[in-house]
């Protein structure tokens, strides 16, 4: 297994992008946290993008932002108009403003969740644990992929729907693969793929969290020894098996909180938590929130700090 049959094998799900404008010095729009990954790319303007305890980051026009899930953030504006509130709207008619320019004065964005399986694993892009954040120049492959992209939607006709796919799966590829050639820590989860072993055992984890894994379990599954497993896991994915293994399981739960009304009991039997009371302090590290709470917060759009 090699990183290229990763990328090869990978299925990318859309939702429908929004247009946002962020007017006024300084004005904010404030996301909440959401339960799958989101992309931001600028049209227009300057400004911030603030993500959860990360410092701010400067952005302008071009600059794409690839989030993972329950990443609370806030878009920036740094222009001098005075109209006081952000305004995001469907990408319909808005596309025809977008697309003829609406100038320095407004940061514009699109924006749409996005969620990238593979080989009907979901929840792939939870594995990136900090963002991806690329400013990207007049002539970049991935901003001409996305003013395609953009373009397509803004005329939609026969095939629309399948040719934006295409292009924003060029894109979340680009992205992945500029950011792992480059060395970024969010995706050292990619170097698993090179080694059998170490990506067998995390597809382990990936299929079956709720299972009652342990290091010698895992290291069983895929022929080691507890201590070679346990280091070369380490190495490779930057955290321990047991670690990945509670990321993953809180996600998880988060997701079915989010998502569904099923009691926290429950929710946690099915991530692998057996005493609810383990599960409410264990999610409480995680998110900064107990469950109950975190569910209210995420049906009122009510970001989380």
């Known amino acids: 297994m090699t990183i290229d049959h990763i990328l090869e094998a990978i299925d990318i799900n859309l939702n429908p992008f929004a247009f946002c404008e962020i007017r006024g010095a300084s004005t904010t729009l404030a996301l909440p946290n959401q339960n799958q990954a989101i992309l931001h790319y600028i049209t227009s303007g300057s400004g911030e993008i603030a993500i ?41 008619a808005s596309l025809e403003h977008l697309i003829t320019g609406t100038g320095q004065q407004t ?14 694993i979901t929840g792939l892009l939870n594995l990136i644990q900090t963002p991806l954040i690329a400013q990207l120049t007049s002539g970049d492959r991935i901003r001409n992929a996305m003013d395609e992209l ?20 060029q894109c979340v590829i680009m992205l992945v693969r500029r950011h792992h050639l480059e060395g970024h820590k969010s995706v050292e989860w990619l170097r698993g ?51 990945l293994l509670r990321y993953i399981r809180l996600h998880r739960a988060a997701e079915l909180l989010s998502a569904t009304d099923l009691p926290i009991k429950i929710i946690s039997s099915k991530v692998g938590y057996h005493s609810r009371s383990y599960f409410t302090k264990a999610f409480e590290i995680e998110f900064g929130k107990a469950p109950d709470h975190y569910r209210k917060m995420v049906r009122n759009n009510i970001g989380l700090t």
């Open 107 to 120: 940061l514009t964005a699109v924006c749409g969740l996005v969620d990238v399986s593979y080989r009907g």
């Open 150 to 169: 953009l373009l397509e939607l803004a005329n939609p006709t026969i095939g629309t729907k399948a040719l934006a796919r295409s292009l924003l799966e």
């Open 52 to 92: 959860s305890n990360h410092p701010k980051q400067k952005i302008s026009t071009g600059a794409i932002i690839l989030l993972p899930a329950h990443h609370h953030h806030s878009l920036i504006s740094a222009t001098e108009r005075n109209t006081p509130l952000p305004l995001c709207r469907p990408l319909d």
């Open 193 to 243: 793929a090179e080694d059998r072993q170490m990506w067998d055992a995390l597809q382990h984890i990936l299929n079956k969290p709720q299972t009652h894994h342990t290091v010698e379990s895992l290291a069983y599954n895929v022929g080691m020894s507890r201590a070679s497993f346990a280091n070369k896991f380490k190495q490779i994915y930057g955290t321990t098996p047991i670690g």
